[in-house]
């Protein structure tokens, strides 16, 4: 988009021009002043570039769109030229105003729902980019362009630091609120149990009921996989699994499926 | 945006306006020419709605998002503010661009799959704005932003005149190279075998297996239930179900899913 400022920029730039001009002799009719078509140039590389942006951006909507609707099959990095895009999209309004909607969406939801109040309501939320935003991680880690480094990720995961989602908390609390059970569902290890409540707490959360992580049977499963036996087993043991929050797929999909399931945005990394 | 031709006509305007000037008498240096001044208003007045058009746009995106991630629970019309941003995505390049995506993510799935080759390996497609495109009807029925119209569409669909969406012609046509055996799903009624199967023919597709159309005892599901029945039969039957291509979240969730599922992006309708 040509911002406001450029364009004004560029208006006061030729009233300017003109003006000079006038000052000057007068031309006939049919030449023109040099400076304007010195600036000529100038504007025609400008809108290229407006093109191109405009060109990538519709590119990587495109692609983004196929990672939200599930189509693009396992990613490991985004594609370089989305960099920017990705970036803008993450640190502006547009992943805030989806995460958001996703929440609003989930509170409608969540509110139209007729709990037995048994105890076995469950809403099933993953951490990782759902409740917990580990975007200070990406913006050190080339906004999801960098291979996924497990080490690295760890010790970010150990200092318990990540923010929490704004709008997922909102909806924690909600859904807390009309008598949900909550169960956290994450891909983590045990071993990051004492970090991840640490973080969780310090974030605003609390009061879940149960906080499920990857013990050493569940060591190499797809996130596919070992979600669903864990939902399985919820419903063995009577759960009604109504909602479900998660940024990736693979949260989602599979086996037990909650009656409905909340996609979080997420363009900066795939799990299968 | 502002578009490269709104810019040039801009630019030949003030080109004009300034050649138009030194044709008159000179003019102190702390003068415009009034033409100029008499443009200054409607230029603002553009930006304006340029940055209105951004808001629109960002809105807009994020409820489509909603949309093709399953977000959103049933609506019966586009949001009103949005008619002017899906037509744009649906007339532009932005929907045809995402058919693209969607059809050639299929297509790299479809050749990665090891087909056995007993002609039980299955490739699903819906009709309705998956092989066949219902947007000239969209186009004169306000894109979306009015209330499904059953007659109306019936009397569409008897013209048996829809197009095929080109990308999904490319894949079916691949799939049915491969090997699959095609099975289209459609929530279309009995009575519309006929209309449906010349409009097919019509449109380029041909040698599917089998076309599943609603029968009396179908009247009134849902489309989730009616088609999750339907594979339910099919897998009963031995039928290895391994691709499914859809414009709806119901062709693709239920029971019975396939392996993979392809969404096509429909900012235009939601069937529950």
């Given at each position: 988009m040509m911002s406001i400022m450029g364009f004004f920029f560029r208006l006061f730039i030729l009233f300017g021009l003109c003006s000079l001009a006038f000052s000057n002799e007068a031309l006939g009719s049919n030449e023109f002043p040099r400076p304007l078509i010195v600036q000529y140039p100038d504007n025609i590389i400008e809108t290229r570039l407006t093109?191109?942006?405009?060109?990538?951006?519709?590119?990587?909507?495109?692609?983004r769109f196929?990672?939200?609707?599930?189509?693009?099959?396992?990613?490991?990095?985004?594609?370089?030229?989305?960099?920017?895009?990705?970036?803008?999209?993450l640190m502006g309004r547009g992943y805030k105003m989806d995460l958001e909607?996703?929440?609003?969406?989930?509170?409608?939801?969540?509110?139209?729902?007729?709990?037995?109040g048994d105890g076995k309501d469950v809403w099933i939320f993953d951490i990782d980019?759902?409740?917990?935003?580990?975007?200070?991680?990406?913006?050190?880690?080339?906004y999801g362009t960098e291979i996924f480094d497990p080490v690295e990720f760890d010790k970010w995961v150990e200092k318990a630091m990540a923010p929490a989602i704004e709008p997922s908390l909102k909806l924690y609390e909600e859904v807390l609120?009309?008598?949900?059970?909550?169960?956290?569902?994450?891909?983590?290890?045990?071993?990051?149990?004492?970090?991840t409540i640490d973080n969780l707490i310090n974030a605003g959360f609390q009061n879940w009921d149960k906080l499920i992580l990857r013990?050493?049977?569940?060591?190499?499963?797809?996130a596919i996989i070992y979600k669903s036996e864990k939902r399985n087993d919820m419903v063995k043991n009577g759960f009604r699994i109504l909602g479900n929050s998660g940024d990736q797929w693979s949260?989602?999909?599979?086996?037990s499926m909650s009656t409905r399931s909340f996609k979080l945005p997420n363009p900066m990394y795939y799990i299968p």
């Amino acid at each position: 988009m040509m911002s406001i400022m450029g364009f004004f920029f560029r208006l006061f730039i030729l009233f300017g021009l003109c003006s000079l001009a006038f000052s000057n002799e007068a031309l006939g009719s049919n030449e023109f002043p040099r400076p304007l078509i010195v600036q000529y140039p100038d504007n025609i590389i400008e809108t290229r570039l407006t093109e191109l942006d405009e060109e990538v951006k519709l590119q990587c909507t495109s692609w983004r769109f196929s990672v939200e609707a599930n189509n693009i099959g396992p990613w490991k990095t985004i594609p370089r030229e989305c960099l920017e895009y990705v970036k803008d999209y993450l640190m502006g309004r547009g992943y805030k105003m989806d995460l958001e909607r996703a929440s609003n969406e989930a509170k409608v939801y969540a509110n139209t729902v007729q709990l037995i109040g048994d105890g076995k309501d469950v809403w099933i939320f993953d951490i990782d980019d759902t409740l917990l935003s580990n975007l200070p991680y990406y913006q050190e880690h080339g906004y999801g362009t960098e291979i996924f480094d497990p080490v690295e990720f760890d010790k970010w995961v150990e200092k318990a630091m990540a923010p929490a989602i704004e709008p997922s908390l909102k909806l924690y609390e909600e859904v807390l609120k009309s008598g949900f059970k909550i169960f956290l569902l994450t891909g983590r290890y045990e071993n990051k149990r004492a970090a991840t409540i640490d973080n969780l707490i310090n974030a605003g959360f609390q009061n879940w009921d149960k906080l499920i992580l990857r013990d050493a049977e569940d060591h190499g499963k797809l996130a596919i996989i070992y979600k669903s036996e864990k939902r399985n087993d919820m419903v063995k043991n009577g759960f009604r699994i109504l909602g479900n929050s998660g940024d990736q797929w693979s949260d989602i999909l599979g086996s037990s499926m909650s009656t409905r399931s909340f996609k979080l945005p997420n363009p900066m990394y795939y799990i299968p």
